[in-house]
């Protein structure tokens, strides 16, 4: 099992490695350029070359990489052209909101789109199944911003029952420790914190999880569908085996497979949707700090942001591979 995880981290270093050139390359090929939009209405062509000289943006491209590269290795992503603040600083500032936002949608979408995959494949074709369908066509079709400023209209403005936007309620007195609300409200027992926080994130996390629980329930109905016609489920009826025995030993070990491809891909992709809804509800996560670069043109934040991303992505679809070996031992072997 070792050998197996450290074969697959190694495989991740030349991934990151032509990803960060790729994207290097990519935003230096946009059109204009942060210059241009630093400078606004006052750009000329003297001060875009004079600026882009400051900013050591008139070097050939290759020498530019090299120095963010060696830039990376110490941990040193730059200063934004936005805010002049390091890059570091700003992700250290706004990767908690987003994890802690991205892991209450996952996990929304997982514990509730497991059972009802599950429940729908069991009971296919009748009121449940239909009705589960329909729900998950509709939870597909509905876009991010639309649904959050729906649930915002329902939940905060007309009923009252949540707050409307934010992370936690303003002058609340908090001890910040992590960045993690939740975390550190329950770290230095500070419980109001911790209702606010949670609070706050239900509305969030149910619009940002919609997509990936409805892609999860039509995937695990799919696959449990495919895996009670197999002659082994069959075989295991027929012995008078406990349902509950079928199920955890038989059905679910073999459906997983599938399902857990499908969460991680939804893991990787939940950092783009929350960009939407970060909006939606002001969040104050990596959403705000991305939008915000890619109108300004800021090659050090573009670049810091879409890389922690893409080694997200990553991780999580190595968290994935790892899944599969823990569920079919046969994996291990290959």
């Known amino acids: 099992m070792l050998r197996y995880v450290v074969r697959r981290l190694v495989g991740v270093i030349p991934t990151l490695f032509v990803l960060s050139f790729l994207l290097y390359v990519w935003l230096r090929s946009l059109p204009g350029g942060p210059a241009t939009a630093l400078l606004g209405d006052k ?11 400051t900013l050591g ?33 700003e992700l250290a500032d706004a990767l908690p909101a987003t994890i802690e936002l991205s892991v209450a949608a996952l996990l929304f979408a997982v514990l509730l789109g497991i ?26 079709a509905v876009p991010v911003f639309f649904l959050g400023y729906m649930l915002k209209s329902w939940f905060a403005v007309d009923l009252g029952w949540l707050p409307p936007s934010g992370r936690v309620t303003a002058g609340l007195d908090q001890t910040k420790i992590t960045g993690f609300l939740i975390l550190d409200g329950i770290l230095t027992r500070e419980w109001d914190v911790v209702w606010d926080s949670i609070k706050h994130l239900i509305l969030p996390a149910i619009t940002l999880g919609t997509i990936p629980l409805a892609v999860i329930v039509r ?13 082994y489920v069959r075989t295991a009826e ?24 499908t969460i991680g891909l939804q893991a990787g992709l939940l950092l783009a949707g929350a960009v939407l ?52 031992p046969r994996v291990r072997v290959r």
């Open 43 to 53: 750009a000329t062509p003297e001060k875009i070359a004079s600026l882009n000289h």
């Open 115 to 140: 059972p009802l995959g599950y429940l729908s494949a069991k009971l296919r074709g009748g009121f449940f199944d239909n009705a589960t369908v329909i729900a998950t066509l509709i939870g597909v």
């Open 57 to 89: 943006l008139d070097q050939p491209i290759w020498v530019q990489y090299a120095k963010f590269v060696g830039r990376v290795f110490t941990g040193d992503f730059g200063s934004s052209l936005a805010s002049s603040r390091p890059v570091g600083a």
């Open 219 to 231: 995937i695990t109905r799919a696959s449990v569908l495919d895996v009670l016609n197999e002659d």
């Open 277 to 328: 809804t970060e909006k939606v509800f002001v969040w104050g996560g990596i959403g705000s700090l991305l939008a915000e670069g890619i109108e300004k043109r800021d090659y050090p934040r573009l670049q810091a942001l879409i890389l922690v991303a893409a080694l997200t992505y990553v991780l999580v679809n190595l968290l994935v591979d790892l899944s599969y070996a823990l569920i079919d």
């Open 238 to 261: 027929a012995k008078g085996l406990r349902s509950r025995t079928i199920r955890n030993r038989h059905v679910l070990r073999n459906g997983l497979l599938p399902v857990s491809t």
